[in-house]
């Protein structure tokens, strides 16, 4: 903590030194102080966009489109007509091969994105967090969770603590432009953090001129989703059939007490849960903006205030962020820049009874559902209001930077840092766990300083020949630390925090008085040391060639094999002036090609030791059991895994051809990329002879294959100053994931309900094939050879038992005969968007879709398996308010025995494999420019522009998924019906510029 | 109108100097700075140095174990459930194991058909017995004495889990050395006759080793504070040298060798009083703070979740799966014994476990609660967390308890009966009668003693995992069960392998009567 301090202290003394600039006198020069966008950092080629007026944003716009096409800037303007509060839901459907699937509508809730596919199969949760892009904010590379706090969970439905999506802390209004960075070259010149893509935000910046202030603000609501609610009569006749075909007497002695008494009118009464549970909710934002100062030093100040909604549950975030930026220009030939955002979140979270039980890892008696009746739910919510649940995540970073400019050499230096810090408070009262009340404290942090410096250097050989070589070196360290305690069984409902012994003189001083505490602490550091040395050659305005070395060091490896050194190429070949001189249908046609190696680095801290030792004493159940008669004990990791020497640093190679041209003075511009990307040498949680005693051991070795095609097409179809014009851009990305091979040469594994082979998909279902349902016995087949009936892993199959397939014809119905089947990610994904104006009128509206992949319906299953998942009473068998409602579009399952031991509605088998894909128009704005609207003009006032706009979000949703959302699927393609509905919002908003 | 311009801003090119020259200077590269040592595990280098590792590594062999028959409530699927007195209400995993249904596919029985766990014990154990040379070597506060009970403890864990594994799964490979590289080397099963004999011989050699007391001033083997903690503290926690010879009278049991058996309970009858164990009474039997609770010399080999130390956990006990209300808030038990075969194992009234008040009419709560009921509750084992009463918050701190006086002595009484020994068993087994109330056993031409020592365990260590082995045992005496013996022959006694253990390991076939 103290170092902690330390560190941010030295960051704010760093910038009080930078004060005197802005109050020394001296000479004004026409140099412009620049802002530190990706350009200035990364693009050799100085010419670029680096100093044009970043703010001027329809001109970067084309320029960008000049550059590298249309294919991953997102088109901010239009993006801020809608409410979207994060990064993730912004960039939705925009982008040529980045897939971002809200899973669900809770707002504020953690989020994934996928660029260019999956680069490694997803067993748990975190392999999804190693497969994030990284994300720069004004070059700040942003610090992410870290997947540690998994390690204590029972449950990982919820990371503990706030589990707020960290990329929902910027505001969109203060964004000029987010990038997407999918070629090689670019991603190697970020490195090891970028190995997974990289999206690139740029605020707006400072700039000189008169002082600017700019005011945004919507309001409007989400609108609550309509249900046809069910009471315990339709569960009754749901399960009728099943009784009436299958059930022996005592299994009707059985029936639920909840279902047996019609007269009990919490069950078989009005179910009018849904008035208090889904709820039309108002959302709103404002934020302000003002720019100013000189052309030797300006500013800019954003601040914005932000309550954004789910239309259920009561869920909410409040949001409020502020930005500060100063950039400087001491003398002509230096630049500093600095920048410190700040930024809360305060989460109001769903009251899930699955969410609530997992976080306090307790099951109560489950015998007796909450009913659907509204009276007894509204009972329940007002124990809720005695609960305390403060989500709160608050985010500060920021950086500063000096730029030389001396005309042939530049340098640049940079500092960053990003710092957030969750706390999460949890009360619930005894009456809503049998009795026993519940507290825990959650306080955790992530934090991340990075150093770069480098240098430029242009050298001309005449007027054909240009050389510009680029040096750096960069330091970056991460810190992911928190505490937990978790305590149950308190005095009473009035004491809502830890009581520990005041007394110094006491034995027990510092300990619990009245609760039963459990204390959790963790903390893990990773540190990455970078030089990389880049050449670029570029002949006339024809050709261009790019050459790049880095060597990267992280903490995270193995001594042994700290160091990865890693190539990387381009080339560029502009067609248009080679021979298209003179076209005028042409404005630019270039191809290009760029390969590149990048490491990336092990999330884990665990790989760096080699064999080690752990604790790891506690079982599937209790993970977190701490030591045997109070005496701590250490062991081999048994079960998360043996890890060996040799592991060396996991590899992507990633290959892009891309052609682009504009047409037509820039209304047509079209770009294709074809990209292949082999994600290498990765490690993989094997399993071994377990008469080790381990699970698994690491090995490394695995590697995916993603090839894929990303087109963009964007016109302007129609085009006239003042009557209609219609612009129109469409993206398309096709892709496509292979595993290339598996560690030790293996050619096939199965890992838990998954299996990888060799040259096959890694986001395919492993399933069984049913085919139907035995109305008999003498339907099952009968071995010939030793006539016996066909069995289920010993089994035999009998009467109201599915008919699966026997794939091997053992009359044995196991593991061997499921098949692959079916992928969970989308083999087709995209978005159309369409831009209408006619005179000050706008209207845009914007399609998304999603198309190839499939889902297995456990919502459905597990509605079926009524039998085993009540009995359970696990985690598996809360019923939540909201599974009181009919689902228009369910299928008619056959109707199987569910008490047979076959578990005939088990969920690892093609009955339940649905088509996910879908077409959603997500967005549809119109807008008015009221900037030459008479009244503004008489007032003779000072703004600049004024624009009113009206959006309406998540209208339509196109798809034959019978479950709510196609969206609303797991990262692992299981649909459970738990996703919160994606609302439809609409919102009324004003754009003001003074 | 406020105007933020100004045009004449510059600054010190000294300043401006100095500046850029600090923030070059922070930029401090340094490859030390890349060696981060994890806060989250111990590497090897430096382990094995200091007798914290020692304890740490035996500490962990033990919550292995603990591990190994907690998970899933296994303890009691394997031994107390399978084709028991109880019976499932709703689950029908659980149905299909009281019922002998062992391949169903539940994950339940995936899960419980591992042998994983116990491996990583025998593991354990192989690397502190090669690796804690390396500690006395270099550690000048471990002792020899100190050095040699740790290793004789581990391997009588080692030994002791390949006695549990037998009994569940047959042959399993024997693996006596760590083979601690990050090679797994395939290996088929050892026959379960060269397991026991290999158990026995290193149970033997441990037991010469292993005191009486841990902990305690003046012990001959182990004086003095064991690991910086008394006899208190180790009560119950560790393996003793009668701990040792449980298992090896058992091993003996097992393979109907039944003159080993008695010798092994021969020694233990005569030297349980230098461990401080006694018999149970009813009361410390079965309320909620008794032997089950917390530690106790009573306890010859057991596995604790000592609320003290904050191990109370919610699974691992078999109170999650067979209390129910009044105890606790839940319903219905998932278990439970119906009321025609608590009546016809509990014959006397008089037993202070089960039986009617004559004159009442009432029942005595001391095994059973809510017997009026349609479902009556096990309630027998019932320590909620540390021993309280209250059922609102289902954790429980009972210990494993894996064998206690009187079970032994049953045994002894079993070996004895077998052997011809008449008298001498029928003492035994009046010894535990009467001190649960129940009419002394007299001999007669036509009593079956074998049968009234059976029924003695049945009632005795309900719900203590023995009733299985206990019918295995009782049928390999008597052979008169045809369909029970059948299962014997057909190795049916023992459980499927799960799938995940077969497919990772291509030496090993499916016990025969599940495939």
Redesign the interface.
């Known amino acids: 903590m103290r170092m902690k301090m330390n560190r941010i202290s030295t960051a704010v003394i760093y910038m009080a030194l930078l004060l005197p600039f802005g109050v020394a006198r001296g000479y004004a020069v026409t140099y412009k102080a620049a802002a530190f966008n990706y350009h200035t950092c990364f693009w050799q080629d100085t010419t670029d966009t680096a100093k044009k007026k970043a703010d001027t944003l329809i001109s970067v716009k084309i320029r960008r489109a000049l550059v590298k096409g249309l294919k991953d800037s997102l088109n901010m303007e239009i993006s801020k007509l809608s409410p979207n509060l994060s990064l993730q839901q912004m960039l939705k459907g925009n982008i040529p091969g980045l897939y971002v699937q809200e899973t669900t509508g809770e707002p504020g809730t953690e989020q994934s994105m996928i660029i260019r596919g999956l680069s490694s199969p997803l067993f748990s949760k975190n392999d999804i967090y190693n497969q994030q892009p990284a994300v720069y904010l004004n070059g700040i590379p942003l610090i992410q969770e870290s997947s540690f706090v998994y390690d204590i969970q029972k449950y990982n439905f919820n990371r503990i603590g706030p589990a707020t999506n960290l990329l929902a802390g910027i505001d969109a209004s203060n964004i000029n432009s987010i990038e997407v960075i999918k070629d090689p070259l670019e991603l190697a010149k970020l490195g090891p953090n970028a190995a997974n893509g990289a999206i690139w935000i740029t605020t707006k910046v400072a700039k000189s001129g008169v002082r600017q202030l700019n005011v945004n603000s919507y309001f409007g609501f989400v609108q609550a989703s309509r249900v046809n609610t069910t009471n315990a009569e339709y569960e009754n006749l749901f399960r009728k059939p099943f009784y009436q075909k299958y059930a022996t007497e005592s299994d009707y002695l059985n029936y639920p007490g909840y279902l047996r008494d019609s007269t009990n009118t919490d069950y078989y009464g009005p179910a009018r849960w849904n008035d208090l549970y889904y709820q039309n909710t108002p959302i709103h934002s404002i934020d302000l903006g003002l720019t100013g100062g000189s052309d030797r030093a300006n500013f800019r100040f954003f601040g914005s205030a932000t309550t954004n909604a789910g239309n259920a549950d009561n869920t909410a975030l409040n949001r409020y962020t502020a930005s500060f930026q100063i950039n400087m220009l001491p003398f002509s030939w230096l630049t500093i820049s600095s920048m410190v955002n700040a930024n809360r979140m305060d989460r109001d979270r769903n009251r899930n009874l699955r969410d609530r039980f997992a976080e306090t890892r307790y099951i109560p008696d489950l015998y007796n559902p909450l009913p659907p009746s509204a009276t007894t739910y509204q009972a329940l919510l007002n124990e809720y209001d005695k609960n305390i649940d403060n989500n709160r995540t608050t985010v500060v970073n920021g950086y500063l930077s000096l730029g030389v400019d001396l005309k042939k050499v530049k340098i640049l230096s940079n500092l960053s840092f990003d710092y957030n810090q969750g706390t999460r408070d949890v009360f619930y009262p005894s009456t809503l766990m049998e009795g026993n009340n519940y507290v825990s404290n959650y306080l955790g942090y992530n934090q991340r300083f990075k150093i770069d410096n480098s240098i430029n250097y242009t050298k001309e050989l005449g007027k054909d020949h240009k050389f510009v070589f680029a040096a750096g070196q960069s330091y970056q360290t991460d810190v992911h630390k928190y505490n937990y305690a978790n305590a149950y069984n308190g005095p009473n409902d009035f004491i809502k925090i830890n009581v520990v012994q005041g007394n110094t003189d006491s034995a027990n001083y510092l300990k619990p008085v009245a609760y039963l505490v459990y204390r959790y602490i963790d903390k893990e550091q990773a540190r990455l040391f970078s030089v990389y040395g880049s050449a670029r050659y570029a002949y006339k305005d024809l050709l261009s060639f790019t050459a790049l070395v880095r060597d990267d060091a992280s903490s995270n490896a193995q001594p042994g094999s700290r160091w990865f050194i890693s190539p990387a190429f381009s080339g560029q070949w502009n067609l248009k002036n080679q021979f298209l001189k003179n076209s005028n249908l042409f404005d630019d046609l270039s191809f290009n090609a760029s390969w590149s190696r990048i490491g990336k680095p092990f999330t884990d801290d665990r790989f760096a030791a080699g064999p080690q030792y752990r604790v790891e004493i506690g079982w599937d159940a209790e993970p977190t059991i701490p030591g045997y008669n109070g005496v701590a004990a250490v062991s081999r990791p048994y079960t998360s895994g043996w890890v060996g020497y040799n592991l060396k640093w996991t590899y992507t190679d990633q290959l892009n051809l891309g052609l682009n041209t504009s047409l037509l003075q820039g209304r047509l511009n079209a770009s294709a990329t074809f990209y292949i990307k082999d994600d290498k040498r990765m490690l993989l949680n094997i399993p071994v002879p377990q008469e080790y005693g381990y699970t698994s051991s690491y090995a490394s070795g695995m590697a995916v294959r993603n090839t894929g095609v990303e087109l963009g097409l964007a016109g302007t179809i129609l085009k006239s100053s003042a009557g209609l014009s219609w612009t129109s851009g469409i993206n398309l990305n096709f892709n496509r994931n292979k595993l290339t091979a598996l560690p030790n040469g293996l050619d096939q594994l199965v890992i838990g309900d998954m299996k990888l082979k060799v040259g096959q998909p890694i986001d395919q279902f492993f399933i069984y094939q049913n085919q139907g349902i035995y109305n008999a016995d003498s339907e099952v087949p009968v071995n010939p050879a030793n006539s016996k009936r066909l069995s289920f892993e010993g089994t035999p199959l009998k009467a109201g038992d599915p008919k699966w397939k026997d794939v091997n014809g053992d009359y044995v119905i196991d593991e061997n005969d499921k098949v692959l089947k079916g992928n969970a990610m989308p083999k087709l994904t995209g978005g159309w968007s369409n831009d209408f104006h006619y005179g000050n009128f706008d209207l845009n509206f914007n399609i998304i879709f999603a198309v190839g992949q499939k889902a297995l319906n456990q919502s459905a299953a597990s509605q079926y398996d009524f039998i085993n998942r009540e009995s359970g009473n696990d985690i598996n068998s809360i019923k939540e308010i909201f599974s009181w409602q009919q689902n228009p579009k369910a299928i008619q399952y056959p109707i199987y025995n569910p008490w047979s031991s076959v578990v005939p509605y088990r969920l690892d088998q093609d009955l339940f494999l649905e088509n996910a894909s879908y077409a959603k128009l997500r967005t549809v704005s119109v807008g008015y420019d009221l900037t030459r609207a008479g009244f503004i003009k008489k007032m003779k006032s000072s703004i600049k522009r004024a624009y009113i706009y009206v959006t309406a979000n998540n209208l339509v949703t196109v798809t034959s998924f019978t479950g709510s959302d196609p969206e609303l699927i797991d990262y692992n393609g299981i649909y459970n019906g738990y996703g919160m509905a994606i609302p439809r919002t609409y919102i009324l908003g004003i754009k003001l510029d003074l | 109108?406020?105007?933020?311009?100004?045009?004449?801003?510059?600054?010190?090119?000294t300043?401006?100097m100095l500046?850029?020259v600090?923030?070059?200077c922070?930029?401090?590269?340094c490859?030390k700075?890349?060696?981060?040592?994890?806060?989250?595990?111990?590497?090897?280098d430096g382990?094995w140095t200091s007798l914290q590792?020692t304890?740490?590594?035996l500490?962990?062999?033990?919550?292995?174990m603990?591990?190994a028959l907690?998970?899933?409530n296994a303890h009691w699927l394997w031994g107390e459930f399978r084709q028991g007195d109880f019976a499932a209400?709703?689950?029908?995993?659980l149905?299909?194991i009281v019922n002998g249904?062992l391949?169903?596919?539940?994950p339940l029985l995936q899960?419980i058909t591992?042998?994983?766990?116990f491996?990583?014990?025998?593991?354990?154990a192989s690397?502190l017995i090669e690796r804690a040379p390396e500690v006395l070597a270099v550690d000048k506060r471990y002792t020899e004495v100190n050095y040699k009970v740790d290793v004789a403890q581990a391997r009588a864990l080692r030994a002791f889990a390949y006695f549990y594994m037998v009994r569940i799964w047959g042959d399993v490979?024997l693996?006596t050395s760590?083979?601690?590289?990050?090679s797994?080397?395939?290996?088929a099963r050892t026959d379960q006759a060269k397991v026991l004999v290999y158990a026995e011989s290193e149970l033997v050699a441990a037991a010469k080793d292993l005191p009486y007391v841990y902990g305690a001033e003046g012990n001959d083997l182990l004086p003095g504070l064991y690991?910086g903690?008394d006899a208190d503290?180790?009560r119950g926690?560790l393996f003793t040298k009668i701990s040792a010879y449980a298992v090896l009278a058992h091993i003996a049991a097992w393979q109907s060798h039944y003159i080993d058996a008695a010798v092994y309970t021969d020694f233990i009858m005569k030297n349980y009083a230098k461990a401080n164990i006694a018999y149970s009474t009813i009361t410390e039997l079965t309320s909620s703070d008794g032997i089950f609770n917390g530690?106790s010399n009573n306890q010859i080999i057991c596995f604790?979740f000592?609320d003290?130390?904050?191990?109370?956990?919610?699974?691992?006990h078999i109170e999650q799966l067979v209390l129910a209300a009044p105890l606790?808030?839940?319903?219905?038990p998932?278990l439970y014994v119906p009321k025609d075969t608590i009546a016809s194992a509990f014959t006397d009234p008089n037993d202070q476990r089960f039986g009617l008040d004559t004159i009442s009419g009432l029942s005595r709560t001391n095994y059973f609660v809510n017997y009026s009921g349609e479902t009556p509750v096990f309630s027998k084992i019932k320590v909620l967390?540390g021993g309280s009463t209250?059922g609102?918050?289902?954790?429980y701190s009972s210990n494993i308890i894996f064998t206690r006086l009187e079970e032994l002595a049953l045994l002894r009484a079993e070996s004895l009966a077998v052997l011809g020994q008449r008298q001498d068993a029928i003492s035994l087994l009046n010894v535990i009668r009467k001190s649960r109330g129940v009419a002394t056993f007299s001999d007669g031409p036509d009593k079956d003693l074998i049968k009234e020592i059976f029924d003695e365990r049945r009632r005795e260590l309900m719900g203590e995992a023995w009733r299985w082995y206990d019918q295995v045992r009782y049928n390999k005496i008597k052979g008169n069960n045809t369909a029970f013996n059948d299962l014997i022959n057909r190795k049916g006694i023992y459980w499927?392998i799960a799938?995940?253990?077969l497919?990772?390991?291509n030496q090993l076939t499916q016990n025969s009567y599940?495939?």
């Open positions: 109108m406020i105007s933020f311009i100004n045009r004449h801003i510059s600054a010190n090119k300043i401006g500046l850029l600090a923030a070059l922070l930029n401090v590269s490859k700075s890349l060696d981060v040592d994890s806060t989250r595990l111990a590497k090897e382990h590792d304890r740490s590594g500490m962990a062999t033990y919550g292995l603990r591990a907690a998970d899933n209400t709703n689950r029908s995993d149905k299909a249904d391949n169903a596919s539940f899960d591992s042998w994983r766990a491996y990583a014990v025998i593991n354990n690397l490979p693996i760590s083979h601690d590289d990050g797994f080397q395939a290996k690991y903690y503290r180790w926690a530690a604790g000592n003290l130390y904050g191990e109370s956990t919610t699974n691992g606790i808030t839940k319903q219905t998932d967390r209250n609102n918050f289902a954790v499927p799938t995940d253990v497919n990772a390991n599940w495939k």
